[in-house]
């Protein structure tokens, strides 16, 4: 090159020990974030000059990497989702770990693309897999794939169902048959299995929502009824989803009845057990799965309860051929080697949409390694019991009453008195607007509750007992400031 040629343009550091102490820096302040957690509000509000921030044109010349984490710290840091925080308790969503980040951070240094190719991030992934089917009572055999979460691991399974049961040749014909496809799951089934329908290409009009009993669990009878009547009418039945923890109260229906069920009637069984799967890690909440082992499928995230940085949803299905057969391609970038970079056989590309794929199986390989099964799940049992705890307290109260039945770390809740459907809605942004604690409200037989969904390890007893003092306390101002909707009619 002429000396007088200008630089060749890169993006690595010009003063690599510079950069090495902001990393440094910077890893220090985010380790000291999570240390101090308990020091800050749940959550609040981003102020507008936060928000402002991010109304700005492209930048197009460059500022110091010390300029950016400032940045970072002033205008994103302190307005985040909450969820590392032990009283987020608004949503079934997992609070990472210091080893997660650490593992994020790695990962992200090795920048693998896991979307196939002869490298140990294959290999990594094939583990968890592994190790997936043996927390699940799987085949060794069994065949998965980490994606973004459960909503696109449940549109996996359904994929794959819809191919076994129509074949390979839907793929290129489209669902040109004469018998229209049917699914079922209940009503308290999540959203995004109707989602899942329609972009396979079955439509939700088709999806039966069948309903449930007085423990939030699928009825069997309307099911077995359902199905009948569609065969009778030329439909055909082909997917039955149990839910394992529903998003409203955590309520698992009889999984092995709908392994009975979909046996005789050979229909393909799959379980959404986006958090609730993850039982079968506590000895004493894995008998509320039973059967899970002789489902199909199951789709369930690493990021919920096992508590791995999110994103690490998982798709796991017993027969690996039928997987393959749904998502394989035979395009000639994709070609197998004998030997070298493009060796191997199955590559995770061949087994769901994305050929582009993040390094998911490190952080939560390095999960499992550094905590082992045993303490996750230990984890997993203690929110179940904190959950009961906290029943237990809205029983006693004079002010609230238990809104649905407690099966595993969800609790539903709402004042006894008048008005209280507008009044729970306003308890629980009162406690957000202080930045006290973070329920959320659902809606359970028509009625708006406060829903406590206790998912975060940090999370203990004594949080709980500060939870209910903080739910009195608003409840108490909130009666008093709104007379008029207390005297309405419950």
């Known amino acids: 090159m002429s000396p007088d040629a200008p630089p060749e343009p890169n993006l690595d550091p010009d003063d690599w020990d510079a950069f090495r102490r902001a990393g440094h820096r910077a890893l220090d302040d985010m380790i000291e974030h999570l240390a101090t957690v308990r020091d800050r509000k749940v959550w609040q509000a981003a102020t507008p000059d936060a928000l402002s921030h991010f109304r700005r044109s492209l930048p197009t010349a460059p500022q110091s990497l010390e300029q950016t984490l400032a940045q970072f710290d002033t205008f994103i840091k302190p307005y985040d989702n909450g969820n590392d925080h032990p009283m987020f308790m608004g949503w079934v969503h997992g609070a990472g770990t210091p080893v997660g980040m650490i593992a994020e951070m790695l990962a992200a240094g090795l920048n693998a693309n896991c979307g196939g190719r002869n490298h140990i991030g294959i290999a990594v992934e094939r583990q968890i897999a592994a190790w997936a089917s ?17 909503s696109v691991a449940n549109l996996v399974a359904m994929l794959v169902a819809r191919n076994a049961v129509l074949g390979d040749q839907v793929r290129q014909n489209g669902l040109r048959h004469d018998r229209q496809l049917t699914a079922y799951a209940s009503v308290e089934a999540h959203g995004c299995i109707a989602k899942a329908t329609e972009i396979a290409g079955i439509g939700s009009r088709h999806l039966r929502a069948i309903n449930v009993d007085t423990n939030g669990a699928m009825r069997m009878d309307d099911l077995a009824d359902a199905i009948r009547e569609d065969r009778a009418n030329g439909r055909q039945p082909f997917l039955v989803v149990g839910t394992a923890g529903t998003v409203n109260t955590g309520a698992i229906d009889d999984l092995g009845a709908l392994a009975d069920l979909c046996r005789s009637e050979q229909l393909w069984f799959h379980v959404d057990g986006a958090f609730g799967a993850l039982c079968a890690l506590a000895p004493a909440l894995r008998p509320l799965i039973t059967g899970i082992e002789r489902a199909d499928s199951v789709a369930f995230d690493f990021h919920k309860w096992a508590h791995v940085p999110y994103d690490a949803g998982f798709a796991l299905v017993r027969d690996p051929a039928a997987h393959l057969r749904t998502f394989g391609s035979s395009a000639t970038y994709l070609n197998r080697a004998e030997s070298g970079l493009a060796a191997g056989d199955v590559w995770p590309c061949d087994l769901g949409p994305d050929l582009s794929r993040g390094f998911r199986a490190l952080k939560t390989w390095f999960t499992f390694c550094v905590f082992g099964a045993d303490k996750i799940g230990a984890c997993i049992a203690h929110t179940c019991d904190l959950a009961k705890l906290l029943a237990r307290r809205i029983s006693d109260s004079d002010l609230f009453e ?9 609790v539903c809740l709402s004042l006894k008195q008048g008005g209280r459907d507008r009044l729970n809605e306003r308890i629980v942004r ?27 390890h940090r999370t203990t007893a004594d949080d709980i007992e500060a939870f209910v003092a903080m739910l009195h306390t608003s409840a108490t101002r909130m009666l008093a400031e709104n007379a008029a ?3 309405a009619p419950a």
Do not use: C, E, K, M
């Open 134 to 150: 043996q927390i699940f009572g799987f085949p060794d055999n069994a065949s998965g794939l980490f994606v973004t979460g459960t």
């Open 485 to 487: 909707l207390v005297a």
């Open 430 to 456: 009162d406690l957000h607007d202080r930045g006290l604690a973070a329920p959320s409200t659902t809606v359970i037989a028509g009625r708006t509750v406060i829903r406590a969904a206790i998912v975060n």
């Open 402 to 410: 238990v809104s649905a039945p407690v099966t595993l770390n969800i």
